[in-house]
DNA sequence: CTGAAAGCGCTAACAA
DNA sequence: TTGTTAGCGCTTTCAG
C-alpha cells in the first residue's frame, strides 16, 4: 500500500488535516514543519491528486482533442498548451481523433469522466459544433483553435486567415506579378476555405483573376503534384500561394529552378534556412498556444468566463526580393 | 453539483451497488438494465473515473514524457501510442520537458501524484536513470523508448542503430562510393552517438575511412550548413548519411545539383515525393509506439512485467539507383 | 440478482 | 494553530 497524508500524520505526530494544510500553503508551527517535512522526505510521500481533485472537484488538468498529433502546427500549439499549464502545475490530457477512431462526442465524454477542468480543441474539419454540448453543460471552459464553430458559449481562436492571404496576394501584386495561382487544400476545412476566399477577394480588388486555383493533398506530395499541374496547366503562372506547409515545401521541389515566386504558410524557418527567396506567412502557434490555456487557467481561477472569437493576425516574412 | 451514479439509482429505483455492478458488466434483470439506462440518458450521467480510480487503484492513464512535442519523431511515436492505449480505454497524460523546464524527476512525481498506471519516456539525453527511481519504487511500468539506460528494472525499446547506419554504409559502397561522409549531431544523444559508431565501424569493415564527420545542429539549416561544409573542406566526398530529418531536408537543399548520393533517416515520405534518389532509413515509429503501450496495458493486466530491452530493425528504403 | 455499509486519500468546516 | 468529523463518487465485500 501506499503512503498517504495519514502516515505522514502519524510520523509526524499531528493529524492528517494539519499536514494537509501545511501542504496546502498554510502556516504551522516551526517544529511541526520540520516534523512533516522529515517524514515526507524519510516515507517518499507524493501526494495523490486524484482523492484531492474528488474532494476539491479540481482535476488540474486539462483536456486536448487534436485531429493529428503529428501535425506540426497542432504540435506546436500543442507544446504552448502545455507549457503554460505545466507552469500552473496543470497536466494536459492529449486525444488524437485521428488514430483513435472516436467521434468528438464520445472524446468530449471522456475527458468530461477525466474530471478535466477544461478543455481545447484544435480541429480542423468541419465537425458540427454540438459535439461540446456535454462539456459546456456541465461548465467546462471550451477553447476551440483554428476553426470557427456556431456558438457564443465557447472561446475561438483563429487567425485573420483571409488577410494574411491578401497580404501574400498584395505583395505578389506589388512586385509585379499579374499571373498569380494558389496551391490550397479542401475547401471542408476552414483555414483553407479561408485562405482561398481571401487570396480571391484580393486578387479581384485589383481587377485580376487567379491564373490557377488546385486543390492538393496536404503533404509534401500532395504539393509537389500541385506544382507540376500549374506547370502543365497554368504555365504563364509566375507567382504561386500555397496553404500548408508541407504543401509548400513540395512545391519548391516541384518548381525546381522556374523562376516562380512562392509563398507559404509556417515556413518561415525552413526559408530562413535554405530558400530565402520563398516568402512565408507565420501562423502565431505559441501565441495561440498560451492564450488558449491561460483561458482556461483564468476561468478556473473563478474568473468569470468570457466566451467569444478571438482574431490573431499573421507574420509576413518577405526575405530576399520575392 | 453533478449527477452521480446515486441520483442513477434513486431515478431507477436501485441501490447504487446494483449500478455500479451494471456499469461494470454484471448481469441485472432486464427491466432494470432498461431503467438504469433509461436514467442514465435522461440524467446525462457520465462517470466519475476519478472516484472510480480512487477506489480501484487504476486510473487508466499512462503518463508520456517527452522532451519536445514539436519533434516528428516523438510525435510519431507518441500518436501511436495514444492510439493504442485509446483503444483500451485509456488517456494519455503528456509532459513536454523542454518548455516545462522541470526535470525529469520532477516531471516523474508529478505524473505519480496523478497516479499513473505507467510511465514512457522519449528523451533522447543521457540523464541519469535514477530519475525513475520514484516510479519503480511504486511499482509503477517504465517503458523508455529511444535511449538506453543503466537499469534492469525497466522496459527499453531502442532500433538497432548501428546496423542501420552500417547498412547505408554498406548500401553506399557496393554502389562504388568511395569517400563517405556523415553528418551527425551531438554524441551526447544515444542515437547519434550510436548511429555514428555504426557508420565508422562499417566504413572500417572495409578498409577505409569517412570522408568527413560533421557535426550539425539538429534543424533544417544545421543540415544546410553542414551540407556546405562538407562541399568546401572534403569536395571528394560522393555520398553522404545524414542522422536525422531535418537535418536531411536541409543537407538536400544544401548540396543542391551536386552529384552526391544522400541518405537520411525517417525521410521515406519526404524523398517518394519528391527525390526518389535519397535513401531512407526508416524507423518503425508505430511500431515502438505500439510496443511500448502494449507493455504498458499488459503490466496493467496483470500480467507479469518483464523489463529488458527490446531492438527493433530499421527499414532501409533505397529509392533510385543510389 | 440486489442492497447495506465501509472506505480509497484527501480537504473543509467547525470546534477546541 | 491544531484536531474531529464528514464526505467527494465510486466499488466491493458480504448478506439477503
Known amino acids: 500500500m501506499n503512503v498517504t497524508i495519514k502516515d505522514i500524520a502519524a510520523e509526524a505526530e499531528l493529524s492528517p488535516a494539519t499536514v494537509s494544510a501545511y501542504l496546502n500553503g498554510a502556516r504551522v508551527r516551526a517544529e511541526n514543519r520540520d516534523a512533516i517535512e522529515c517524514?515526507?522526505?524519510?516515507?517518499g510521500y507524493i501526494r495523490n491528486d486524484y482523492a484531492r481533485a474528488l474532494k476539491t472537484r479540481r482535476s488540474r488538468t486539462v483536456g486536448v482533442i487534436?485531429?493529428?498529433?503529428?501535425?506540426a502546427f497542432a504540435a506546436g500549439v500543442s507544446a504552448a498548451i502545455e507549457g503554460t499549464l505545466a507552469q500552473a502545475?496543470?497536466?494536459i490530457l492529449i486525444c488524437d481523433c485521428k488514430n483513435t477512431g472516436k467521434t468528438l462526442t464520445e472524446t468530449v465524454r471522456f475527458l468530461i469522466s477525466k474530471m478535466v477542468d477544461g478543455l481545447i480543441v484544435i480541429m480542423p474539419d468541419s465537425t458540427d459544433g454540438r459535439c461540446l454540448d456535454a462539456a459546456v453543460r456541465q461548465n467546462i471552459p471550451v477553447v476551440v483553435v483554428d476553426r470557427l464553430m456556431d456558438r457564443d458559449d465557447i472561446t475561438q481562436i483563429v487567425l485573420n486567415n483571409r488577410e494574411a492571404a491578401a497580404g501574400a496576394v498584395r505583395m505578389f501584386l506589388s512586385g509585379g506579378h499579374r499571373e498569380i495561382a494558389i496551391i490550397t487544400g479542401s475547401r471542408?476545412?476552414?483555414?483553407h476555405a479561408e485562405r482561398l476566399a481571401g487570396f480571391c477577394e484580393a486578387l479581384a480588388q485589383a481587377g485580376r483573376k487567379p491564373s490557377a486555383i488546385v486543390d492538393g493533398e496536404l503533404t509534401v506530395e500532395?504539393?509537389?503534384r500541385a506544382a507540376k499541374t500549374i506547370l502543365t496547366e497554368a504555365p504563364q503562372t509566375t507567382a504561386v500561394l500555397v496553404t500548408s506547409y508541407l504543401m509548400t515545401v513540395g512545391a519548391v521541389f516541384g518548381f525546381g529552378d522556374r523562376p516562380i515566386a512562392c509563398a507559404g504558410f509556417d515556413n518561415k524557418a525552413f526559408s530562413a534556412a535554405v530558400r530565402p527567396d520563398l516568402a512565408a506567412v507565420e501562423q502565431p502557434k505559441e501565441e495561440m498556444g498560451r492564450l488558449a490555456a491561460q483561458r482556461i487557467l483564468a476561468a478556473a481561477a473563478g474568473e468569470s468566463y468570457a466566451p467569444g472569437v478571438i482574431t490573431l493576425c499573421a507574420g509576413m516574412y518577405s526575405?530576399?526580393?520575392t
Open 39 to 43: 517524514a515526507i522526505t524519510k516515507l
Open 66 to 71: 487534436i485531429y493529428d498529433l503529428s501535425d
Open 89 to 91: 502545475g496543470y497536466g
Open 188 to 191: 471542408e476545412i476552414y483555414t
Open 222 to 224: 500532395g504539393g509537389f
Open 319 to 321: 526575405f530576399e526580393g
